[in-house]
């Protein structure tokens, strides 16, 4: 069951609006447009959530950042490499 929806008018720039219904595909504008704003909003969320960590913790050092990067490339790199072993 999908959620129930509502109707906007919005207003953005013409290149912008060209450039997404051209690439909206067959969900079309408003499932592009939609999905669009729900990743910000995720985006907005993490924010939220990391200025809060911080204001409790302290900021997150530069070295620390860089090693949890580093992790993530090594965990994509080794999932790469079991999804091409599984094949």
């Known amino acids: 069951m999908s959620e129930p929806t509502g109707k906007y008018s919005i207003t953005m720039p013409r290149d912008i609006a060209e450039a997404a219904k051209a690439r ?4 079309g504008l408003s499932a592009y447009v939609a999905a669009a704003v ?32 580093e992790q993530l490339h090594q965990a994509r790199r080794q999932q790469a490499q079991d999804g091409t072993n599984a094949a």
């Open 24 to 27: 909206s595909g067959p969900s």
């Open 38 to 69: 729900a990743r910000q909003i995720e985006r907005d969320n993490l924010n939220e959530l990391v200025r809060v960590a911080e204001a409790e913790h302290g900021p997150i050092a530069e070295d620390e950042i860089q090693a949890l990067r």
